[in-house]
């Protein structure tokens, strides 16, 4: 029986393709094109001497073969993975690249300048920002595709390390023409009669609002009139001005139009809505020399953003 051989490049491929069940998304996580992942699975498959994979339509899914060659793989790269990260440690090495999450608030208000100091003091490590609300960017977390997380409610998965970083506050973002733009403050029973824009489903924002909301007493969110919800704090934001309706936002959402004018940030009586910023990581993972940096990095900050 001729021996059976392979590289890890040809087991990385192969992984891609199984673990996305795809060959376009596989060729787009492996940096090649479409024809060569297909060239690379049809030469692995006839080193090994069988068909390793099966199109059903547009879905990939392994054989029997391909399943018992996947297990394998995946033990295979991952100690690759390890061996690398160990003695990129051992040597300290300070470059690469990393990838990080954030969710709407710190990935859009507070992460972007921290990665441009980060840049300064480490020239050499290429940060990637991705942003999304907070359920998406932990399961990106513990799917492998994000170092690292900055999310806006603790998780609870096992699996996720979470430690607190920044406090934030929230408050009723007003538009400057509204009756309620001279107070200080308004209750929540005035607002239940007011139209209203919320976050969607997943934000942590929404999270933190319906917690703090039924702790009370309330009904969650359904105590307001909502008529929208959006996917960001920046489309949020953008309607409350327009005048279609008020919301509760991150006062870093909104600082900046406070400011100029734009906006009011008022109270609500009897409910002072407080969180923190997470930063999560799967502990199942061992950190790369460039992700400890912006571990290490994130936590210092803490004492200077603090509110």
């Known amino acids: 029986m ?13 992984s891609k393709v199984v673990d ?5 998304k596989a060729a787009e996580a492996v940096f090649l094109v479409q024809a060569s992942v297909s060239e690379r699975i049809a030469s692995l498959e006839k080193k090994v001497g069988t068909r390793l994979l099966d199109r059903m339509g547009r879905k990939v899914i ?3 073969a391909g399943e018992l060659l996947h297990k394998h793989a995946t033990l295979i790269l991952e100690m690759k993975e390890t061996a690398q990260l160990e003695m990129e440690k051992f040597l300290g090495l300070k470059q690469g690249d990393i990838s990080i999450g954030g969710s709407t608030i710190p990935g859009e208000y507070i992460l972007p300048a921290l990665v441009s100091k980060f840049n300064k003091k480490y020239p050499y490590i290429s940060v990637q920002l991705n942003i999304s609300d907070s359920s998406d960017i932990e399961k990106r977390v513990l799917g492998g595709q994000l170092e690292l997380g900055v999310i806006g409610s603790k998780s609870t998965h096992p699996n996720i390390i979470s430690q607190q970083l920044w406090e934030d506050e929230l408050v009723l973002a007003v538009p400057v023409n509204h009756p309620f733009a001279r107070r200080k403050s308004v209750s929540l029973n ?3 009669d007011t139209p209203f824009i919320l976050r969607e489903q997943g934000s942590g924002t929404l999270k933190i609002l319906e917690d703090y909301l039924r702790k009370s007493g309330q009904d969650g969110t359904n105590v307001f009139q909502v008529i929208a ?20 936002l991150s006062i870093r959402a909104i600082e900046t139009d406070v400011k100029a ?9 009897g409910l002072s809505i407080s969180r923190n910023f997470y930063l999560i990581r799967n ?8 992700c400890q940096a912006m571990l290490n990095y994130l936590l210092a900050t803490v004492s200077e953003l603090k509110k």
């Open 2 to 14: 001729p021996t059976i051989d392979f590289g890890f490049r040809e087991l990385e491929i192969f």
């Open 20 to 24: 996305l069940g795809s060959f376009s």
């Open 62 to 64: 392994p054989t029997a």
């Open 190 to 192: 005035e607002l239940m």
């Open 229 to 248: 919800r959006f996917g960001s704090s920046t489309s949020v934001k953008e309607g409350v001005k327009s005048g279609l309706g008020l919301s509760i």
């Open 261 to 269: 004018g734009l906006l009011r940030a008022l109270k609500i009586k």
């Open 283 to 290: 502990k199942l993972r061992i950190a790369s020399p460039s």
